[in-house]
């Protein structure tokens, strides 16, 4: 279907092509009839929500709602096309009948005609209109970008990345969210970066997650990861999500060590911290923001080694990047009535029966009244340091004792996956903040480009990865 189709505005009414028509009738049941169905009844429910605004408003919102059909039956078209290549079979009923995927392709389509027709709509709110969650929305953006449709402005394509942000770093991880029965099904955390990283992102560490790549899992491995219920899918979904995740926080994280002059050995452990807390303390996630977790990893894993950097200057070089809240740093769950049980401990393996379940009411919408929020260095004393301390410190040399292993994060990923040891880190994990004082850098800020674990230090990472290897053989 060509873009100038997409973009006639004058058609009022437009049903899928004779090639999508076709692929219906090759399925063993022909969905048409409930698509236009579902299509129509959520058109209906979109403009619902609009029924009562200015008449300008209005019209938009009309609008949107015909733009949303051309959108959804050029995508899916594509998206079939796709998805048979990659599978080599002929009936997709299984993808033309799924409800759930069906349903936030329309919600996506909706969302691309808002941002190009200027309508008043914040993300998540169409989610929030059909009752659809985040953790499931992230999925088929993913697939959407991939689709070969010619976008027609770059907007589009730079909204819908950022709204799969907005998931990835706070929406999903909310207290109801479908994420945590995963995480349950899995021990309780997240996968480390090792085992979700794909080859392709381990050889061309430039590569994105939207460039297509020869061993990157296809778009449809999204679109699977919803068709399926079984626990072999929902453990490739964490999979994808994780590597997503982990993708994002180590942009962030260079960028962070950028601002704040951090060098290459102490931004390695930060990493490795940070991903300690996502892998065995994931209950620290509960109705929080992930940036929340790694700028704690900053300041902890710096005081720790003697390269002590002052909380407030953190915060103040996070506010200076892009598409960052202020809200992160100062509005942050502290403890709550219904899960304060949890939020106290220490010990992971206890924490796992504890988790909360997609029952579980969620604390952002709407907030509960026995909460208590407070900014970022009051969530560091109270919880953080709580639950982080007895990792942190034995990366102090004068404990006496082996440090942990260090990840290697996706930046210097390499073919070969393993972890390394470095040199021990020196200081004690600080638990007391609040009287600290803003501190300016002297100078202009520094702007330096990322340099990768090299020499020594990658030759030593090749040699421990081969043992490890070794030893996995043998065993």
């Given at each position: ?264 050995e102490l931004q390695l452990k930060i990493w490795t911290c940070f991903e300690h ?163 300016r850098d002297e100078g202009p800020s520094a702007k330096r480009s990322y340099r ?24």
């Open positions: 279907m060509t873009t100038a189709l997409l973009e006639n505005l004058g058609m009022q009414k437009f049903g899928p092509s004779n090639v999508l028509m076709a692929e219906f009738r090759s399925c063993s049941r022909d969905p048409s009839e409930a698509i236009t169905k579902r299509l129509e009844q959520m058109q209906n429910i979109f403009l619902q929500h609009y029924k009562d605004v200015p008449t300008d408003t209005k019209a938009k919102a009309e609008q949107c709602s015909n733009e949303s059909q051309r959108w959804y039956y050029t995508i899916l078209e594509n998206i079939v096309r796709q998805e048979k290549r990659r599978l080599g079979i002929k009936d997709l009923s299984g993808l033309m009948e799924h409800d759930l995927f069906q349903c936030l392709l329309v919600a996506c389509c909706l969302e691309i005609t808002t941002v190009l027709n200027d309508l008043p709509c914040d993300f998540p709110l169409l989610l929030q209109i059909f009752k659809l969650v985040p953790y499931h929305f992230w999925r088929v953006i993913e697939p959407v970008l991939r689709s070969e449709v010619s976008f027609s402005r770059p907007v589009v394509k730079e909204h819908l990345s950022q709204v799969e942000v907005n998931c990835l770093e706070i929406l999903v991880w909310t207290s109801d969210s479908p994420l945590w029965e995963e995480i349950r099904a899995n021990g309780g955390g997240l996968p480390t970066c090792m085992e979700v990283m794909p080859a392709a992102k381990a050889e061309d560490p430039t590569q994105t997650d939207l460039q297509a790549a020869p061993n990157a899992p296809a778009a449809g491995s999204n679109i699977c990861s919803l068709l399926s219920s079984g626990q072999q899918q929902k453990t490739k979904s964490l999979q994808l999500f994780s590597r997503k995740v982990y993708m994002l926080m180590d942009k962030r994280l260079r960028e962070l060590s950028a601002a704040l002059n951090i060098q290459d807390s996502l892998v065995k303390c994931t209950f620290l996630m509960v109705d929080r923001h992930l940036d929340q977790l790694l700028l704690c990893a900053i300041y902890s894993m710096a005081k720790i080694t003697g390269n002590e950097i002052l909380f407030k200057r953190i915060m103040d070089r996070y506010k200076s990047l892009e598409h960052t809240s202020k809200t992160v740093l100062k509005n942050v769950l502290i403890s709550d009535g219904a899960m304060g049980s949890f939020l106290g401990a220490n010990d992971n393996e206890d924490l796992s029966p504890g988790l909360p379940t997609p029952n579980t009411p969620s604390a952002h919408y709407p907030q509960r009244s026995q909460e208590e929020r407070g900014n970022l260095i009051l969530f560091y004393n109270r919880v953080y340091a709580t639950n982080m301390e007895s990792y942190v410190v034995q990366f102090d040399p004068t404990s006496g004792g082996e440090t942990p292993p260090l990840s290697v994060d996706p930046k210097v990923w390499r073919a070969t996956r393993g972890q390394q040891r470095i040199c021990n880190s020196s200081h004690r994990m600080a638990l007391n903040m609040e009287d600290e004082e803003p501190q990768s674990v090299g020499g020594a230090l990658e030759r030593r990472l090749r040699s421990v990865v081969s043992d490890r290897a070794n030893v996995r053989n043998q065993n």
